[in-house]
């Protein structure tokens, strides 16, 4: 049933408002400005003793991993990284008894991810699950885990599940802050902006009428860039799977900081430039990154906290903490890949070659 929606795609960007809501159902402590995660099978001794965190995903739930090694470091300073399952299985990696491993899948049935997951469990590691659907073999194998309560997924295309899993992980990162050395003032401030998203998502959505006019501007292209600088780069990279998936228009996404070392040769009227541009310390380096774009005849779209000078066009994003942001500045660029592909008539809940969960090797 897609409740007056044209597709599931676009039902399920709707849904996200809802969806936030329910990863968040339940599990604020507002006592020790803390979260409460159940199934998580960590003690506070043994959160403590984590050196490391390696995060492991495929696709967009490798993006989502991206965004939540960056909370992890940030709010709990625990070296976090995220990469891609499937590399992670074949490259023999070093398994280290004091790194705690965490897998992330919509379905829980990825086999790239279960078969790290089973490899790790043999070495004796510790391996916590990031998933939305409940009881799945990826749950079922993990030590245990935080559901993302994203509800039932149905486009091939992730969208809702990608936004509650960036929220599992802020939650996961303020528990595991909260039980190290993030201050009590803080964890009120992440709370606080966790508090803010559901509502926040709704006036991005409202925005929808303007993106459909961006995308048919950007319908023609025959490629784009996306680039984004530490907390926007995820975004970027998800935004640009996004766009390729259901518009099948060929898409890169590049950390900002990397323009002069390569992409810049590519910039001309016709390759479109999507910036990711929050409102954080890093702004005048992201302004700057326009401008040498711009300079270049370069279209530029920007997703930004506020009108950016340099764009030709600016989607605003309210703004949350510094540290949240990611979880919603790629929407409007989900939308923007929604109606870019309606306008070229691709088949948006199920792209050519693409299967909702991808069960072999
Ligand atoms: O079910 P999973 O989250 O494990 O799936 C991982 C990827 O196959 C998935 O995210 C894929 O990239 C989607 N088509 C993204 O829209």
Do not use: W
């Not at 008894?97 to 043999?122: C, F, H, M, N, W």
Request: glycine share 6%; aromatic share 4%; with cysteine.
């Amino acid at each position: 049933d897609m409740g007056g929606h044209d597709t599931y795609m676009h039902k399920e960007i709707h849904e996200q408002a809802d969806a936030v809501d329910r990863v968040l159902r339940g599990r604020i402590d507002d006592r020790f400005s803390t979260v409460h995660l159940g199934g998580l099978n960590l003690d506070a001794r043994e959160a403590r003793q984590i050196r490391r965190v390696k995060i492991l995903g495929c696709g967009t739930s490798y993006h989502a991993g991206m965004i939540g090694a960056q909370m992890i470091e940030e709010l709990a300073r625990i070296p976090a990284d995220a990469e891609p399952a499937s590399e992670f299985r074949y490259r023999n990696a070093v398994v280290d008894p004091d790194t705690l491993y965490i897998a992330v899948s919509q379905s829980g049935e990825t086999y790239d991810v279960l078969a790290a997951v089973q490899e790790l469990k043999r070495k004796g590691a510790r391996v916590l699950g990031v998933v939305n659907v409940v009881g799945s073999a990826i749950a079922r194998e993990s030590d245990g885990g935080i559901y993302v309560h994203a509800g039932p997924e149905v486009c091939v295309v992730s969208t809702k599940c990608f936004t509650n899993t960036t929220v599992a992980f802020a939650l996961l990162a303020l528990h595991l802050g909260r039980t190290r050395d993030l201050s009590v003032a803080d964890g009120k401030r992440i709370i606080a902006g966790l508090r803010r998203l559901p509502e926040q998502i709704n006036e991005i959505l409202k925005a929808e009428d303007e993106i459909k006019e961006l995308a048919q501007e950007f319908a023609d292209a025959r490629s784009m860039l996306f680039i984004g600088r530490v907390r926007g780069y995820p975004v970027a990279r998800e935004a640009s799977l996004k766009l390729k998936e259901v518009s099948y228009i060929h898409a890169e996404a590049y950390p900002a900081s990397e323009l002069k070392h390569g992409p810049l040769a590519l910039i001309e009227p016709a390759l479109p430039t999507v910036a990711i541009v929050p409102d954080d310390d890093l702004l005048e380096k992201n302004r700057a990154a326009l401008e040498e774009i711009k300079a270049r005849s370069g279209k530029i779209l920007a997703v930004a906290h506020q009108e950016q000078e340099k764009a030709d066009r600016t989607v605003v994003v309210p703004k949350n903490e510094d540290e949240l942001d990611p979880i919603l500045m790629g929407i409007p660029l989900q939308l923007l890949a929604y109606h870019t592909a309606l306008a070229l008539g691709r088949d948006i809940d199920k792209p050519r070659n693409l299967a909702k969960s991808v069960t072999v090797e």
